[in-house]
């Protein structure tokens, strides 16, 4: 498996919206759940959503009702549509997929910046 790779991060105002794109690279493994963790200075990285290849999904309570994760799984693309966003969202974002099963290989994106400021 290599690296994922994401992109969308950026600058934003409180407020405003973002969208998160991860691509994974299968290979001959099947990808068991893609997600987001996010990591804001002095802190630990914390799981923001991850969804299943079944569907299933989870987000963190801070984000519930604000941030949206949706797949394509032809594509083998996760998306995190984040809205409503604060400064407390800023940090760096990492894409993670995990492939064959729940305790399967781990492959972690680069991570990609996202800044809520005025």
């Known amino acids: 498996q290599v690296q994922p790779v994401e992109s969308g991060g950026g600058l934003v105002q409180p407020g405003g919206s973002l969208r998160l794109s991860c691509a994974a690279s299968?290979?001959?493994?099947?990808?068991?759940?893609m997600g987001w963790y996010r990591q804001a200075p002095g802190s630990q990285r914390e799981l923001v959503a991850q969804m299943t290849s079944s569907g299933t999904s989870n987000n963190a309570d801070s984000v519930k009702g604000r941030f949206t994760i949706s797949r394509d799984n032809a594509k083998d693309t996760v998306y995190l549509q984040m809205n409503s966003l604060k400064p407390e969202d800023t940090g760096v974002y990492y894409c993670?997929?995990?492939?064959?099963?729940?305790?399967?290989?781990?492959?972690w994106g680069q991570g990609t910046q996202v800044t809520v400021s005025s």
């Open positions: 993670f997929v995990r492939y064959n099963s729940l305790l399967g290989p781990l492959r």
């Open positions: 299968r290979g001959i493994f099947t990808i068991y759940s």
